[in-house]
C-alpha cells in the first residue's frame, strides 16, 4: 500500500472497475439503505458491500475502521434500545434499565447502516488509485480544482499518520516520553500537535506553489499522462444500480 494513500494494491476485478461506477455504487448503496428501511434488505446491501470487499481482497483493512464506529455503534445500541420512543415491547433487564424490542431492532437498522456507508466508501477508497480516480471524474467535466480537493481529501489521513509518526520519533530521540499509561500519552499528545500542524500547513503552501508553477490554473485544453481505459460491463453496471435506485424509491412509495 502507497504510504500516502489508502490504496491497496491487489489484482482483483474490484480493482479493474471504472472508478465512477464506484462512485455511483457508493451513494446507490447508502441511499436505497435509507429509501427502503427494511432490515433484511439492508443485511442484502450490506452483504454485497462486504462481498466487494472480499472479491478486491481488501477485506482486512476495512476492519479497523470499522472498529473505530464501535464507539458509536454502542451508543446507538444503548440510546435506541432505551429511550426510542416506539418502545413497547420489554426483551430484557439489566438491574434497573430495560431494554425494548422496537429500539433494539431499529438500533439494528442504524448499524446495519453505519457498517455499509463505511465500507462502501472502503470499496472506493481502497480499491482505486487517487489519481486515476481524478482523472476520470476531471475526463467527465468536473473542475480540476475539485479533483484536486478530492485527491487531497484520500491523501490527508496518510500523510497525518506519516507526519505523526516523524515527529514522535524526533521527539522520541530527544528523550520526550510518547509510551506507557494513558496520562503519559496525553502529556505528550500536546507537544506533537503543535509540530504537526505547522507542517500541515506548510505542506499546504507548497503545494500551492507546486501547483501554480506546474500552471494548475491555466486556461486551455489540458492533457492527461494516462490513456482513457474503456471498462467492460460499465455501462450495464451503472444502468444496473440506476434501476436498483429508481426499485427503491417505488418500494417506499409503496409500503
Known amino acids: 500500500m502507497n504510504s500516502m494513500t489508502l490504496y491497496v494494491e491487489r489484482n482483483s476485478i474490484v480493482h479493474k472497475m471504472d472508478p465512477i461506477t464506484k462512485i455511483i455504487y457508493v451513494i446507490v448503496s447508502i441511499a436505497v439503505t435509507y429509501i427502503l428501511p427494511v432490515h433484511l434488505f439492508v443485511v442484502i446491501v450490506t452483504s454485497i458491500t462486504l462481498l466487494l470487499l472480499i472479491l478486491g481482497k481488501v477485506f482486512r483493512k476495512i476492519l479497523p475502521i470499522i472498529g473505530v464506529s464501535i464507539l458509536l455503534i454502542i451508543s446507538i445500541i444503548i440510546v435506541q434500545g432505551i429511550f426510542h420512543p416506539d ?22 437498522l442504524l448499524t446495519l447502516r453505519v457498517i455499509n456507508m463505511l465500507s462502501s466508501f472502503g470499496v472506493l ?57 494513558l496520562f503519559v500519552r496525553m502529556k505528550a499528545f500536546f507537544p506533537l500537535l503543535g509540530p504537526v500542524v505547522l507542517n500541515s500547513l506548510n505542506d499546504t503552501r507548497e503545494r500551492a506553489i507546486a501547483l501554480e508553477v506546474r500552471g494548475f490554473d491555466r486556461k486551455g485544453k489540458k492533457t492527461f499522462l494516462n490513456e482513457t481505459v474503456v471498462y467492460r460491463y460499465q455501462g450495464i453496471i451503472q444502468l444496473f444500480l440506476g434501476l436498483v435506485l429508481v426499485g427503491a424509491i417505488i418500494g417506499r412509495v409503496l409500503l
Open 125 to 181: 477508497i481502497l480499491t482505486t488509485r487517487p489519481d486515476e480516480l481524478v482523472e476520470r471524474l476531471i475526463k467527465v467535466g468536473l473542475s480540476p480544482k475539485i479533483g484536486y480537493v478530492f485527491l487531497s481529501i484520500f491523501q490527508l489521513i496518510p500523510q497525518m499518520q506519516s507526519m505523526m509518526g516523524k515527529i514522535t520519533d524526533a521527539q522520541r530521540s530527544r528523550g520526550m516520553e510518547t509510551e506507557g499509561n
Open 87 to 108: 418502545n413497547v415491547t420489554e426483551l430484557f433487564s439489566i438491574g434497573s434499565i430495560t431494554f425494548y424490542k422496537e429500539g433494539l431492532s431499529y438500533a439494528l
